[in-house]
DNA sequence: CCCATTTGACCATA
DNA sequence: TATGGTCAAATGGG
């Protein structure tokens, strides 16, 4: 798989329209795509094979990522809501600057663009299941993005590994004293010569039982269909299962009005950018 | 000054 | 005893 990773800005800076006039600050929005990313990258490697063979643990994983990427898109809705209800004056102004016609082709070159972002994360943000159950309760993968997982987390070390050219690290969460969560997990960069370059194994250990990741919720639907422009060629094309965010249970969804919360989101998400103006810094994340 | 990271020391286990 | 996981003091950035 040929990697396409390119790095949102890092300052928060300003972009203009294609009229080169009305300014706002996307960084607030651009950090939460970023999790959308990681989130998306996660739930990928972990529905997929959870078709063949889903394991409590992985549930359990499956409903947390849910939670926490619902919470991501929330916040990316609000944040664009709230900037862009400071510029829908200057829009409807510039709209009515432009005829019909242009307005149509700058949206269809806008959607085309949003389209593509979405497809382009899909793609380049594949997590693949490498091992399990090393110490009993624990789950590792590989991922070129180790360190966008939902949750947050505070390095506590930092070890040399026999036979490996990478150091390991080692983090635990960031609530592990104010709530006593154990959750653990440690990252080290895969060897090049092995595998692909800049890939890392991230291994998982416990649960979380911090605030952010508990409390009720509804059972997620994991929708496994998937279009297929972002999907390998090996997916399970049309099946649902609703996973239970305490149980851990699943079982194949009957209803045909139950969709994915978070591809509703998702599809809000898209709306709010669509007035992102085309040369903005967020579309240079990927190559289109 | 606070907090996260770094890093050497310590400890557990095979 | 070698290896890897954790602790905690030192360090540095905001």
Redo the contacts with the bound molecule.
Sequence with gaps: MKLHTRYLPQSSSTCADEFGRFACDHQPAINEIVKVQSLVAQLRAIVLPACEMMADLRSELVSELFGTLQDCTSKVISELQTQYSAHLIDVDRRRLAMNISDCKKVCAKKKSRINSFFINLMNTSSWEKCSSSRYGDSTSYMTPIPHYDGHQW??????N??NSKHQ?S?YRC?YKQEQNCMA?K?VQQQEHNTTEPGMYTVAYYGHHICKANTGPAPPHVIETSTPQSAMSSDSIIGSQEIVSPHTGSHKILENEHATLQWTEDMQGLLEKIADVPLDSDIWEMYQF
């Design positions: 505070r390095k506590y070390g930092q070890k590994i026999k390991r080692y960031t653990t440690t």
